[in-house]
């Protein structure tokens, strides 16, 4: 198993949101390479980055942030927020990313997904982000009324390798993961899932890796220092 620190940007910087409200949006480092360093020095291999921006109005913003990042570091990165088209994948692609995460759009156009996948294979992840069962779009704004285990059934089928789920109404709470969709979602599909949204302690991910379930995404909980990252990858990885 392996844990992914989390650096979301809004504005440029390294924010935090509390159930994807945009309203809760607070800063919580100074500066997104330092950030990437210290995840680095703790042991991480792959780092998460979203572009809350971009996820929510399509601006490509915070691309010059993640470029620097990946070159001022040489850290892993996967990226994902407003990935809406084959020209935004190849775009994210050209910044040095290695996963790219489409949310949004594979609900509204499951095709570009498919397209996706089978140009860039593993490069792709699909987002599933969920709220009470159905899938949620546009930065968690819109509810899509896609039953999420029939999405993520239909996603692996176009040949999807990785599903990032969060549970919104964990997200950013520090409550744990939900834990019983993340089972039903196991036993519906064998991709690799990635668990996002309340992870918050060591005894969570040892939960996860039970279940499991192939990469943890942990932000809030690392920034608060109420998951101490370097033991959790030296223990979980």
């Known amino acids: 198993m392996r844990i992914l620190p989390a650096i979301d940007l809004k504005d440029g910087q390294c924010v935090r949101l509390q159930k994807g409200d945009y309203g809760t949006a607070h800063k919580v480092a100074e500066d ?8 680095l020095a703790a042991g991480a291999k792959l780092i998460h980055m979203v572009d809350l921006d971009a996820a929510k109005d399509g601006s490509h913003a915070n691309y010059g942030v993640v470029e620097r990042v990946i070159q001022e570091t040489g850290a892993t990165v996967e990226l994902g927020g407003g990935v809406r088209s084959m020209a935004d994948v190849e775009a994210v692609l050209a910044l040095g990313v290695t996963r790219v995460i489409i949310g949004s759009a594979a609900v509204k ?6 397209e996706a996948v089978e140009k860039y294979g593993d490069k792709i992840a699909v987002g599933i982000d969920a709220k ?23 996603m692996e089928c176009f040949g999807v390798q990785s599903i990032i789920f969060t549970d919104i109404d964990k997200d950013g709470m520090l409550a744990g993961p939900n834990f019983k969709q993340l089972s039903m979602l196991r036993a519906a ?23 499991g379930i192939d990469e943890a995404i942990a932000g809030k909980a690392v920034y608060t220092g109420a998951l101490d990252l370097a033991a959790a990858i030296k223990e979980i990885e």
Request: charged share 25%; proline share 3%.
């Open 32 to 39: 997104p390479v330092e950030t990437a360093r210290g995840f």
């Open 109 to 114: 156009n499951p095709s570009f997904v498919r």
């Open 132 to 154: 009470s069962g159905t899938v949620r779009t546009e930065g968690w704004l819109n509810d899509s009324g896609e039953d999420f285990i029939s999405f993520a059934k239909l």
């Open 189 to 211: 599909v064998s991709c690799g899932i990635v668990a996002s949204g309340g992870v918050s302690t060591i005894e969570d991910i040892r939960k996860l890796k039970a279940l």
